[in-house]
Every structure is written in structure tokens, then in C-alpha cells.
């Protein structure tokens, strides 16, 4: 294809104790997520929606009342700063991955690395009002865009059970679940009590809000 292409390769170093892995997760661990996720998508959402409308109207685009989002798709930052805030709170994660490709195929790469199953109860997702809304503006699920939606860069991240009351009412940790065993599979549990296998795209009762949202999410990289 023409144009410019960059490829970038990263390389550090660690103490070792500092390191985290994804495979040491354990049954009990509760599932802890930094900052709120599905806007970037959404911002994604609104950015194409009026480029389709320039292309076809020539009108300038109007991304009022979207600014928060579209910063969470524009500019990205790196949760580098979890890590300090964790060791402010005497907490070791036993396991981590950053979120790209959205939580709920996160989630699974964790469980498969850590031998383990996991329940995620949809009422505890961290969900930004401007996200929640421009979800429903598009009419789609705020919680299928906050599983499957990608590029949100935050962490997803475990840690003992003993530590709950360290991280519940931090207001950069959300607890939105905990590990199982494995035969217990891995679900999302809805604000009914209902369970729904999750998948890398979501779960299996929304399929037409999966259809939605291709493959990838928003364009991220993957693990």
C-alpha cells in the first residue's frame, strides 16, 4: 500500500522482583481494572461517523460534547503510574496485562495463562458517563463497548482477596469480578444474576452488539 508505514520495537528492562506476569492469577483473586474503559471506541464511533458525513455533505464536523472521548482515541496515555500507586497501597498484583484489544479478551488471556475461570459482573464495569451516552446515541450496548471495544490502554490486573479493602474505593481501581476455578468457565454476570460466556467479543447473548464491533475492536494490536 503506499504511504508511510512505521514499525516500532520497545525494549526494557526490570527488576525482577518488579515483574509481574499474566499466569500467576489464582482462584479467590479479585479482578481489578485502572481507569474506565470503552471510550476510546466511542470516540472511534464518533470520528468515523462524521467523516462519513463530510465525505458526503461537505458540512465541517461537529464533535461537540465529545471531548473526553475523543481524547481517550486521539491521545492515549499509558497507565504508568499503576504501578506506584499500587506499591502506595502495599499491594503485589500476582498478575497483569494491559488492556488493547478490550477486557473481556483480556480477561481470557489471563485465565487461560493462569489455569483459572473468572466471573466479571456487568454492574461493576467502570463505564464514563460520555462513554455510557455516545454508546446509546449509536445504539449500542455500553457494556458490549466496555468488553470488546479495545484501545483503552488501561490495566486489567490481579490481586489476593486480603487486599480487597486496599484497592474498593480507590478512584483508580474498579473491582469488577473475581477468579474461579476452571471448570467454572469464564463469565459475565448481569445485573439480573444471569451468567453469559465471555468471549474475546463480548458474550454470547449479545451477538447482533458483537457483529457491531469488528474484529479487533478499535484497531489494537493484540498480546
Known amino acids: ?5 512505521l514499525s516500532i520495537t520497545a525494549i526494557g528492562a526490570a527488576k525482577k522482583e518488579d515483574l509481574v506476569y499474566r499466569n500467576g492469577g489464582q482462584e479467590h483473586d479479585l479482578l481489578v481494572v485502572s481507569g474506565d474503559l470503552g471510550g476510546a471506541f466511542m470516540g472511534l464511533q464518533v470520528l468515523e461517523r462524521e467523516k462519513a458525513v463530510f465525505q458526503e455533505t461537505g ?9 473526553y472521548i475523543l481524547e481517550r482515541q486521539l491521545k492515549p496515555e499509558a497507565r504508568k503510574d499503576v504501578p506506584q500507586l499500587l506499591r502506595d497501597l502495599g499491594v503485589r498484583p500476582t498478575s497483569m ?14 485465565c487461560r495463562q ?23 446515541d449509536f445504539n449500542l450496548d455500553p457494556t458490549t463497548v466496555a468488553l470488546s471495544g479495545g484501545e483503552d490502554y488501561e490495566l486489567l490486573f490481579t490481586v489476593r482477596l486480603e487486599d480487597h479493602d486496599k484497592i474498593k474505593g480507590n478512584p483508580h481501581f474498579s ?12 463469565h459475565l454476570v448481569d445485573k439480573e444474576g444471569g451468567l453469559h460466556a465471555l468471549t474475546a467479543q463480548g458474550w454470547d447473548a449479545f451477538l447482533k452488539q458483537e457483529r457491531d464491533i469488528p474484529e479487533g475492536g478499535s484497531g489494537g494490536t493484540g498480546e
Not at 59 to 67: F, M, R, Y
Not at 97 to 110: N, T
Open 59 to 67: 458540512s465541517q464536523p461537529d464533535l461537540a460534547g465529545h471531548d
Open 97 to 110: 496485562i494491559d488492556i488493547s484489544d478490550g477486557l473481556a479478551s483480556e480477561v481470557i488471556h489471563l
Open 175 to 186: 473491582i469488577i469480578g473475581h477468579m474461579t476455578d476452571t471448570r467454572e468457565g469464564m
Open 1 to 5: 500500500t503506499a504511504g508511510l508505514i
Open 114 to 136: 493462569s489455569g483459572t475461570g473468572a466471573m466479571v459482573y456487568d454492574e461493576k464495569l467502570p463505564i464514563d458517563p460520555a462513554t455510557y451516552q455516545a454508546a446509546r
